[in-house]
């Protein structure tokens, strides 16, 4: 059987697109650090997944929130995926992208990832203390821990920015050595 | 065996992942039922149907045997609107195999019962056979059995008065 031609799959998303068919977009992006699926909903990019991540239960995550109407695309996602070729290049920050945090359920998570999005800039570091800080709440250092290794954007909102006070770089959703490549990409090591 | 079955909460899959699955099967497919020429504009125009229906769909049951037959009805109507377009043209392989029309069968059932008309369009329509469409109904495979050819003794009935 021949397989479908990339031509009748882009036709398709554009399509569904223009018609406000798609709950949401994605595409795969090669990177330095592995193969990365990003979804970008209307708000924003709503997940980043690392390749170790099946596809299905990612995208899987992404229609029980935002809609099954879930279609692929590197076109739709020209804009996303230049400013993250442009970020493993060494030039920009992905933190500029629109973000779409529903996926973050529980309320200080939430703000966490935000401020994280807001403040934290390509090349700097933050402690997890100093960023629940920021978030309102000095204590809830673990709290902002969590909402980091759950973080469903990474690299967009930029977890790896994020290390412990005591020293060392840290622990990483993604694994301690993609979080070593992002810091020295950044100059930030 | 009868099935529960909670229609309520529906976990459809991405739309995507049901694509990259079967879209080659589907183009063979199209390719059957529009020819080579149209298949690809057939299946395009079938996998936009597909997604403006989804989210309406009652269960994440059959969508392989769904989206053929999506396929199917968009390669019917495209060759109804060359029909229309062009006064001659090469007949695609569905229409010449067999006289499927989807507004005559419509009419033909529309008068039976729910049920009734359920099991005919999963029997002659969608191909299913009586343990696939036990299965859709909730049923048993006997009472599937039993529906479709009561269904159709019915119209035989109906037809002959």
Redesign the interface.
Known sequence: ?????ES??E??AA??VR?G??DAV?TRLSTPIGRLLVVQGPQGVVRVGFEEEPE?RV??Q???RL??????SDRELAATRDTLDAYFAGEGDPGGLPVDLSLVAAPFRHLVLETLHDSVGRGEVVTYGALASRAGNARAYRAAATACARNPVPIVVPCHRVVPGSGGIGGYGGGPERKRALLELEGAL | MPRSRDVTAVALPPFWSLVEAHGDELLAHARRVAGDQHAEDVLQDALLRALRAYPRLHHADHLRAWLYRVTTTAAIDAHRARRREVPVDEVPAVVAEDTYDEGAFEALIAALPDGAQAALRLRFVDDLDYEGIAGRLGISTVAARQRVSTAVRTLRERHAA
């Open positions: 059987m021949t397989p479908l031609p009748l799959l036709a398709v399509a569904a018609e068919l798609a994605f299905d995208l899987a992404v229609a029980a809609g099954p109407r879930i279609v692929a």
